[in-house]
C-alpha cells in the first residue's frame, strides 16, 4: 500500500488514499455536495471506499453521524485512519460487509440520509480493489438501492451518482422500492460534449414529481466555470 493525503481544501481536512487500489473520484465530491443534508442527519455510505462522502457529509454539511459500509477490508482501515486524521472518530463508523446483507449489518429505517456512488460499469474495467469498485463483480445497482430503501427513515433520502446511460436503471429500481426520484442534476464535462453523470436523489414514499437541473463543469476553453467554482468554495 502507497499512501498520500489528499487536501480537502475545508479548514485543513485531509484525506488519505491508496495509490495501489481505488482512489475517490470527482463524481464522489458532486454527490456530497448535492445531496441534501441537515444539520443533525445521520447518513449512510454504501460503498463507502476511503470515506470521502461520510468525511464531506461531515465536514461540510453538518451532519452529526456517518456510517460506511464498504466489503474492503483495506478501504475501511483507510477511512477510519482518515476519520481520525480529522478529528471525527466519535462521528464516523464504518461496516466491513456487503450492501447485499444489509439487513443484518443495520437496523431498518435508521437513518435520515444514504449517500452512493456505486460501481457504475456491469463489466470489464480494471482487476483488483479499482474493478471491485467500478464494476458489478458482486452487488448490482438494484443492490445498492435496495439497501438504501432498507436503511432509510420514512420520508428520507437518497442520492446517487450514476452515469447517464443508466439513469433507466436507477429510477425503475428506485420506484420498484418506494423511492420517489425528486430532483436529478445532469452533469456536463463541458456543454458541447453532452451530460457524462447525474447526481439523482429520491425521497423515499416520496410522491411523484421530478425536477431537473444541470452542472457544467468546463467552459469550453477548458476552465472552471462559475458553478464549479461555487461547489469546491473557490470563487
Not at 29 to 57: C, E, H, P, Q
Not at 158 to 165: G, N, P, T
Amino acid at each position: 500500500m502507497s499512501e498520500y493525503l489528499v487536501d480537502l481544501g475545508i479548514d485543513g481536512r485531509k484525506l488519505l488514499q491508496d495509490s495501489e487500489g481505488y482512489r475517490f473520484t470527482q463524481d464522489s465530491v458532486f454527490v456530497a455536495n448535492m445531496a441534501k443534508i441537515d444539520v443533525g442527519d445521520r447518513v449512510l455510505d454504501l460503498g463507502s471506499g476511503g470515506g470521502i462522502l461520510s468525511i464531506l457529509a461531515l465536514v461540510k454539511r453538518g451532519a452529526a453521524h456517518a456510517t460506511g459500509i464498504e466489503i474492503q477490508q483495506k478501504q475501511c482501515e483507510l477511512s477510519l485512519r482518515s476519520a481520525r486524521l480529522n478529528g471525527l472518530e466519535d462521528k464516523f463508523d464504518v461496516i466491513n460487509g456487503d450492501v447485499r446483507d444489509i439487513c443484518s449489518l443495520v437496523k431498518a429505517e435508521s437513518f435520515d440520509k444514504a449517500l452512493c456512488n456505486p460501481p457504475y460499469f456491469t463489466s470489464g474495467g480494471a482487476e483488483g480493489e479499482r474493478g471491485l469498485s467500478r464494476c458489478e463483480s458482486g452487488a448490482t445497482l438494484d443492490d445498492f438501492v435496495a439497501a438504501a430503501a432498507w436503511a432509510l427513515k420514512f420520508g428520507g433520502d437518497a442520492c446517487f451518482v450514476i452515469k447517464v446511460a443508466r439513469l433507466a436503471t436507477l429510477f425503475s429500481a428506485m420506484t420498484s422500492r418506494n423511492l420517489q426520484p425528486k430532483h436529478m442534476t445532469l452533469i456536463f464535462p463541458k456543454l458541447s460534449s453532452g451530460a457524462d453523470a447525474a447526481v439523482v436523489s429520491a425521497r423515499k414514499g416520496g410522491k411523484e414529481g421530478l425536477t431537473l437541473s444541470t452542472f457544467v463543469a468546463k467552459d469550453e476553453d477548458g476552465k472552471d466555470t462559475q458553478q464549479y467554482k461555487r461547489l469546491y468554495g473557490v470563487e
